[in-house]
């Protein structure tokens, strides 16, 4: 049987494990949301320069109005991937599949 001096300092461990476990968890999922939403602020940089690169190159060309019409889906889609990467609620798998599609449009 244990004696009465060891009981407290076995549940001071436990307390203490308790509650590094406790703010390492939140610690690792914002850092991975912080990524997330980074590259999503990335991905949305890339599909505005997208636009811009067609209007400015593409202007005279016939294909002009469909290639702007596709730029403003991605850019949509990658506007909608970032407004997912700061929901807390979000499903990982809604974003893949969101950004498969935007693979597709692009």
Request: hydrophobic letters at 45%.
């Amino acid at each position: 049987m244990k004696s009465l001096s060891t009981k407290p300092a076995a549940l001071v461990t436990a307390l203490v494990a308790i509650v590094l476990a406790g703010f390492a968890a939140p610690q690792a999922k914002a850092e991975y949301e912080n990524r997330l939403v980074r590259l999503s602020h990335s991905l949305e940089d890339i599909a505005a320069e997208l636009c811009d690169e067609f209007r400015i190159h593409y202007r005279h060309t016939r294909a002009y109005e469909h290639l702007v019409a596709d730029a403003h889906q991605i850019e949509e889609e990658a506007d909608h991937i970032h407004r997912l990467a700061h929901d807390p609620y979000a499903s990982l798998r809604h974003i893949a599949t969101d950004l498969r599609e935007l693979d597709e449009l692009a």
